[in-house]
């Protein structure tokens, strides 16, 4: 079993940063963050594997960057200028599998979402 608690959520503004936190408990071999926006699918934006290898979603890289730290068992996504299309739910989410890929079905483990608003 995983669990993942977000954190860090809140309201910026267009061209602000925000950065997000998620603590886990168990042994997962990769973490990820995925995000829903109004009226869309959730999508994968970065995820980071027990071996640090990370793939970052092409519309995001260069503004968000994931990190793991292990010995607090946190995952953190750092945003930079953001948008009000960056608006919406974020998802902490792990697997106990490793060679995972940025797609909701390939996750078992799914925090309860943090809320970012993003206004102009």
């Known amino acids: 079993q995983v669990t993942l608690v977000e954190s860090g959520g809140g309201s910026v503004r267009a061209g602000g940063s925000l950065t997000l936190s998620c603590t886990y408990s168990?042994?997962?071999?990769?973490l990820a963050w995925f995000r829903q926006r109004p009226a869309m699918m959730r999508e994968g934006l970065a995820l980071?594997?027990?071996?640090?290898?990370?793939v970052v979603e092409d519309s995001v890289e260069g503004r968000f960057t994931i990190t793991h730290v292990k010995a607090t068992q946190t995952l953190y996504l750092e945003m930079t200028n953001l948008q009000v299309s960056d608006s919406g739910t974020y998802y902490c989410?792990?697997?106990?599998?490793?060679?995972?890929?940025?797609?909701?079905?390939?996750?078992?483990?799914w925090g309860r979402g943090t809320q970012v608003t993003v206004s102009s």
């Open positions: 980071i594997e027990w071996n640090d290898r990370s």
């Open positions: 168990g042994s997962p071999k990769a």
């Open positions: 989410v792990a697997d106990r599998r490793d060679s995972r890929i940025l797609r909701e079905t390939d996750w078992l483990y």
